[in-house]
Each structure stands twice: as C-alpha cells, then as structure tokens.
C-alpha cells in the first residue's frame, strides 16, 4: 500500500489547484471503475484520478508527479486490450475523457486538429460534410479515443490500404514525462530533424501525453464495393487472397472466417452466408469507380478460380452491411457458444497462412481445445480466439498454453506477437521472443531520453522480471461495450 | 588522428580497410580512413573498437550525397557500407530486406521483374538503399505512398558502441516495441549505422497516364491543384515544376491504376484543368531533384496551401535564376539556387521563405561547394530540438557519429 503521506493521494490538493475539485478522484468507488481497461483480466485500482481539460493542466499535473517520483498513466477510453492503462496503485491515472473538442477541420490542407479525448469516429464525422474522412478505423471508433489511437498506432480492416494511424499523423503537442510541452510538427509534413513523431505514435503512453493531435483527412472515395465468398476449405480461400495479391490487385480489406467462426455468426445474427462454407472471404474495393469495377472482375474471376462455390456482391451501404455482418459480430457470437475465450492478436507473413492455420488446427486437435479463427487475412493478421469451459479444471491452463503457442508459431515464421494491439502489460514478457537483449535495450535507451526516471508508465510494453508468469486477458461472456452496441470488437 | 594510428585501432577487426583520400571526403571532410565491412557483424566490430578508442565515425554507401547536409567537424573512420548488399524478396508477402549498401536502382530493376516496385521515386542516381533511407528524401510518390519512412518495416542498425540492435520486422503489420526505424530514417547517419533495411512493396500498376498543365505561378496553379485534390480521381502524384528563368510552372498529374480505367480518370482530370496534355510517360527530371548538379538544394515542407506563399517568398528573394520540384499535393519539395549564389543571399532566401511559412519548415539539404565552411542556419527553427539533443545523448554520448551534421553545437 502507498503510504497516504508520499503516496499520490498526498498530491491531492495540489492535483484540485490544477484541475479544480471535480477534475481529481479521490473517491474508491470512483477509482474502482478505472481499474481495468478492455481486457478485466489486469486490474489494479489507481491511486489517484485526474480529469484535465487543458494542455496547461496535463503539464502541471505531470510536473508534479516528476517532482515527487509519482508514476502516471494516460487513459483514453479505455478500450485498449493489452492492458496498455492499466493503472498503478502508487500512482496518477491521467484521463483525456474532458478534452473531447475537435479544434480544426481545414479541408484545403487536408487536416483536422483534435484534442486527444476525441472519439476516433467524431474526427469522420466532423470532416464527412466536406467528403473527407479520418481512415484509420478500429472497429472500436465509436468510443475510443485518438490519443489511444496514437498510443497504440492502431489500425482497422481498412489499413491493408491505407496504413496505421501512423501514417496519418503529421503534427503532435505533447507532455513529456518531465512536465514540458513540446510541439512535433504540424499541418507541414516532414517536420524537421529526427522523426520523434514517428516513434511517439505507438509508443504507449511511455514518452508522455499527446495533448494535440494534427491528422491527415482522406477523400472519400468515388466508389465502394463489396464482396463475399465461400470456399469449401479454408486453404482454398488462402489460394484465393495469395491470388489477389499476386494479381497487383490492393483491396481496402480482405477478411476472412473459418467455419466455426461462420457457425457462431450464423447463430447470433443470421448473416445469411452461403451454407457448408469452410471459409467465408470479404474483399472490400475501393477508389476510382473505373479502378474499382475492373478490379472487381478481376478478384470475382480468381476466387472463382481458388474454388468459391458462391460469390456475392454488394454495391450500395445497405448490401455492404449485410456481409459485413457476419465478420463484425463474429467475436461476440463466439462469446455466446463458449462460456470464455481468449482473443489472440498475432502476424505471420501473407504467404505462411496456410501453413499457420494447419499448425493451429493441429494445436487445437492435439489439446481438445477449439480455436475460431477470423482474421485479417490481407495482412496476415491473425485473431484466433482460443475457446474453453472456465469450469472445467485445467482447461483455461491449457487454453493460455493454446493461445501462447500461437504466438510462437507466429515468431517462428518471422512474423509479430502484435499487429494492433499493443504490447501493454500483456504482452510485455513476451517481447524476448521476438526481440533480443540488445534490441529491446536500445529501445530503452529511446525511452529513457524522453523518460529518464522511468515514471511515465512504467512496466508495459517492455519487459520487466515482476512481469513475466502471469496469464494473457481472458474474455468472460461478452465485453461490455460490445453489449451496449457501441463497439464490434474486430 | 592520423590513418596508422586509426588502421592500428581496427586492424584487430580485420575488416579491410585503407587510408582515406580527397575523394573519399564528406562535404570537404577527409577521413583518416576508409573500411570496408561485409556484414553487419563486421560493421560491430569496427563501431566497437572506434567506441574504445574514441574515434569520429561517418556512414558511407555509394558517396552520391557527399556533399549533402552539413561538413561532419571531423572523421577519423568512414565506414562505407557497399559490400552489404544483399537482397532477399519474399515476392509473396510484397516484401524485401536489403543490406544498406544494395543499390536502388538494382533494386529497382529486380523488383520490377517481379511486377512490384518500392514506392520511392529516384531522387538521386546511383544511391544505396542505406544512404536513401538515412538521408530520408521522397518525391512524387508520397503523395498516395507515403515518405520513404512509411514504407521502412524493419531495419537493423550498428549504435555508437557497436551494439547492433533490429526494431520492427518483416511483415507490415506490426506494433511491438518503439519503431525506432523512424528514427534513423533521415537521421543522417548521426544515431548509429544501418546496415538494412526492410521494405514493404506495391505491385506496379498495369497502367498510368500524366495529365499536363501550365499556369503563370504557383499561386495560379493553388485553386487547380485543389480541384484536383477535390476529386475522387485519386492522383498518385501532383507535381510543380518550375524551372529557371522567367517561364510559366508546369503541373503534372500522375493517375496510376487498371488500364481500363486510366483513360477516363485522367480525361476527368484535364478537364478540370482545361489541360490537354494527356501522355503515358513521364517527363525528363521526373523524381529527381532539380537544378545543376553542384548547386544549393533547400528543402521546403509546407501545409497544401502553404506552398504557393512560400514559393512566391522564394523567387522574390532568390531571382528567376533559382528552381523548384516538389509535391503540391503533399505540400513538400525542393528548391534549386544556381551555384555562384552567395552565402548572404541563401540566408536572405532561408529567412524569407522561412518568414512566409510559419507552419512549415526550410532546410538547407545540400550546400553547392563554394559555401563549404560559411555559416548557414541550415535548420531554422527545429521544433521538439531538446527531445532530440536527449536522444543523441543517449545514443552517442561522446558525439562521435557524424559530429556536427545535427544538433552539436
Ligand atoms: C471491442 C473492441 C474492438 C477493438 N478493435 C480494434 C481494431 O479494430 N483495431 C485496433 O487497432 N484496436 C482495436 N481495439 C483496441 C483499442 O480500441 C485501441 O487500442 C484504441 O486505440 C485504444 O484507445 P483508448 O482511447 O481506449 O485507449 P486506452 O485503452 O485508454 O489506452 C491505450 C494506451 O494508450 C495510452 N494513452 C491513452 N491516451 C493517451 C494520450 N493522450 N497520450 C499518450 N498515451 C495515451 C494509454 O496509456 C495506454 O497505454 C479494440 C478494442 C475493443 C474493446
């Protein structure tokens, strides 16, 4: 336990001469609710809340805790599933929920200036009137905030075209882990000297607090089309995405499902897919209406050619709902036919799937656990979902060892534990197997220039020896913000 | 110090090396030494030994930008990285890892084999892959692309204290640890030494088209260019082309894509132009820099709007005799002062551009050699500079790699 005397709850009235009464949470009940962020699994009750609502009142509030040895950890929404807000009991929980304004939208320059509590999809919206939008889309848009999004450099089904979210960044006003405001850039590209915000963007809330953020905006494009097709294995559908890409086509997205995970979509919102499918393949295609309709053809005649025993097309929004209906629900409807699940977030290269997905499969045989796999097929973003009975004794054991052996198959064939994510807590000790001493040493040299006493979130991201031996986030039943409908978790 | 006493200080390596000459010299600097190394190992070893024995180091790949950024304040060893030059494409998964001394235009060729490309335009003939990325430079191709540092996954570089150390991987999709490839992107060289780099590819497009127009000024081409970047034709690249002398600045738009449908996107974009120069190629000079081989190169970065004011800034000050090749769709590019242009006058034209774009940034990227050893504000104003004088500290705490081209006062 903190001592009350040096702890951070000694920084109270400090924290309320900076952020006023309302804006600091002393209250337990209130701290309780912080205490995890998307996966419940970690879980740690804050010492102390702050709300600011400005730039000034984030520096002052960091100063303080750099002048005491407090750590603090930024919080967005917290819908982050690698534990990346996980709180401290010993220290300052720095939430961005009071700085929600959209500053700018300046079409001409192809840019919006947010704060860093801005719902990811608010920046689409206040920028859709013009024909422009935001592109990356985590499929938690409707609630999780740009500042998250820059932490975690998150991606959504539409970045197999459109990159990351750091790819869209061009200006930050942060709060460094000693208090001060320093500006990177702006509405200019390429600001000059190191590229500081290049690294900042997913680093996870250990360099600071991004207090401003300047992102590209996208035209929307001309046309939109979308298409569905089933394939009796799953390996004829991995024939046909190599097909795609080998073709010089680049989809928006392409997703695809396993017939378990068609099964449970089947039963939860009746998507209507094409029945007895082994493996169910979305291909979104989007730009130039001409582009977009030769491009059709084209992918329409290699599924065919991979084995698609049916093929569906869909032109306007309502149609494109449909089909996306299925692969949006399918983590939820995966949480209604087992009683829990871990959701695994792993890359292998384009061209390892097949042999990913066998090995998996042979995982799953070998330890009488099932395994549901929907995925980012085009960027060989894997999302298996590691399902079991959390009665039955010894079964989440194995489920973890399931789940961590993934991960394992993923690094053997040269691709990452992460692919939007994040390392957070979670995954943290699992960082040695991708990267070696002195690789992970020379990222803490990075941090430690812009972190030297170590406060801004310390433990995530890399790992420290207290860490390592805990089990990865178990999902029970249906996330909560799933339920309510305000996210699809993806 | 003097060659034998450095040769004495890495001749445990092994690695070949020999006395260095005039025309191994950086931006004027002659090294003491010049070494060779085959392999990243190899490239360890020599960074070790010049860590124990306190020796200035500078990166090297094929020498085309010797004379660019700042002279380094002395270098005892120049670790030139040609030997490292091996290729492995995994044609599948659109990606391919290449030593640091692979030259791009090889590279080029064999990607274009293949049907892909690496996104990034030419820029200077004859370059490695390593020099590119260090020096950090992109031209037309940004604009739908990316910089050059959007299409870096991985990269393997040799610290000050010989350490060698990977971030990122091969694949594109990726968030485990600190990108730190972002940070020696265009880092000159001055945080450690690559010695490769991991690309993710495109696939060529089966077809293009460049639509042509010419407009008095940048100003007159502002409105066009964003009608242009209003329409849904999705342009891969819309350049300004001003060259010397009096004349009009061209406009160039590239549509890349399914050949049924360039035709039309680009017929779209003609006429929103009133242009009728519809061709498919590419003109002379195309992704490359613009102006005399030896002259003053300054580097403009500009919000869309911003360029055509900076541009105006720049001629008033610099004269007809000056020229520019850049992004207007992306907002950067780069500025050619004829050689003979004093030291007096860049820094008259750096102030006033510098004036005209508050939100933006002018940097001197290549001085011609006559203003070798002049005083020039090379940088301006440097936003975040204390964070990243932090982070030399820690990477070079002696201030060894390539001292003074960034940041050592
Ligand atoms: C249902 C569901 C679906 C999801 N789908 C996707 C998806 O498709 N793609 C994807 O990439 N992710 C997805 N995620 C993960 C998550 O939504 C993203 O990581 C998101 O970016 C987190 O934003 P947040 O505001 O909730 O951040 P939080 O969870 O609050 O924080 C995440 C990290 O960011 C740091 N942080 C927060 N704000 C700041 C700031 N201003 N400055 C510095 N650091 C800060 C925190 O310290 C923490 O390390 C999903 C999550 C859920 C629950």
Known sequence: MPDAMTGPAALAPRLRAVCGADGVVTDPARRRTYESDGITYHSAVPGIVVLPETTGQVAAVVRLCAEHGVPFVPRGSGTGLSGGALPRPDGVLVVTSRMRRVIEVDIPNERAVVQPGVFNLDVTRAAAPHGYHYAPDPSSRQVCSVGGNIAENSGGAHCLKYGFTVNHVTGLEIVTPRGDVVRLGGKAPDAPGYDLIGVFVGSEGTLGIATEITVRLTRAPQRTSTLLAAFPTMDAGGRAVSAIIAAGVLPAAVEMMDALAVEAAEAAVRCGYPEGAGAVLIVELDGAAEDVAAQFEAVTALCRAAGAFAVRAADDPAERARIWKGRRSAFAAVGRISPAYIVQDGVVPRTALGGVLARISELSARSGIRVANVFHAGDGNLHPLVLFDDAEPGAAERAAEVSGAILDLCVEHGGSITGEHGVGVDKACHMPRMFSDDDLATMDLFRRAFDPDGIANPEKVLPTPRLCGERPGVVRGEHPLVASGQAELF | ?409
């Open chain 2, 1 to 409: 110090m003097g060659p034998e006493q450095v040769l004495a200080a890495i001749g445990a390596t092994g690695v070949r090396a020999r006395p260095g000459t005039g025309d191994d010299a950086v931006v004027g600097t002659v090294p003491a030494v010049v070494a060779r190394p085959r392999d990243t190992p190899e490239v360890s070893a020599l960074l070790g030994a010049a860590a124990r024995h306190g020796l200035r180091v500078a990166a090297a790949g094929n020498g085309t930008k010797r004379d660019w950024g700042a002279a380094p304040t002395g270098c005892d060893l120049l670790v030139e990285t040609g030997e490292l030059a091996g290729i492995e494409h995994a044609r599948g998964d659109l990606v391919v890892r290449t030593g640091a001394g692979a030259p791009m235009d090889g590279l080029r060729a064999l990607l274009g084999r293949a049907g892909q490309r690496l996104t990034a335009d030419p820029m200077v003939p004859g370059a490695t892959v390593g020099g590119t990325v260090a020096a950090g430079v992109s031209g037309p191709l940004r604009m739908l692309h990316g910089p050059l540092r959007d299409l870096v996954i991985g990269m393997t570089v040799v610290r000050a204290d010989g350490v060698a150390a990977s971030s990122g991987g091969v694949v594109v999709k990726n968030v485990a640890g600190f990108d730190l490839g972002k940070l020696h992107t265009g880092g000159w060289g001055t945080l450690g030494v690559i010695t490769s780099v991991t690309f993710r590819l495109h696939p060529v497009p089966a077809a293009f088209r460049l639509v042509g127009a010419r407009f008095p000024d940048p100003v007159a081409a502002a409105g066009p260019v964003g009608a242009v970047l209003a329409s849904q034709a999705v342009p891969a690249a819309v350049e300004l082309d001003w060259p010397p002398g009096g004349g009009p600045v061209r406009l160039f738009v590239l549509v890349e894509g399914a050949a049924e449908g360039v035709d039309a996107r680009a017929g779209g974009i003609a006429a929103l132009l009133g242009a009728r120069d519809v061709r498919d190629a590419l003109p002379d000079g195309w992704g490359t820099l613009p102006g005399e081989p030896e002259c003053t190169v300054l580097k403009i970065a500009a919000p869309i709007r911003g360029l055509p004011v900076a541009l105006t800034a720049l001629r008033a000050e610099a004269g007809t005799g000056c020229s520019f090749r850049g992004s207007a769709g992306a907002g950067v590019g780069y500025a050619a002062l004829p050689v003979g242009t004093g030291a007096d006058r860049v820094a008259r034209v750096l102030a006033r551009t510098r004036d005209a774009l508050p939100d933006g940034s002018v940097t001197v990227l290549r001085q011609s050699p006559d203003l070798r050893g002049l005083p020039l504000d090379r940088w301006g104003e440097v936003p975040g500079a204390e964070l990243m004088r932090a982070v030399k500290d820690r990477f070079d705490p002696a201030h060894r790699l390539a001292p003074g081209r960034f940041l050592d006062h």
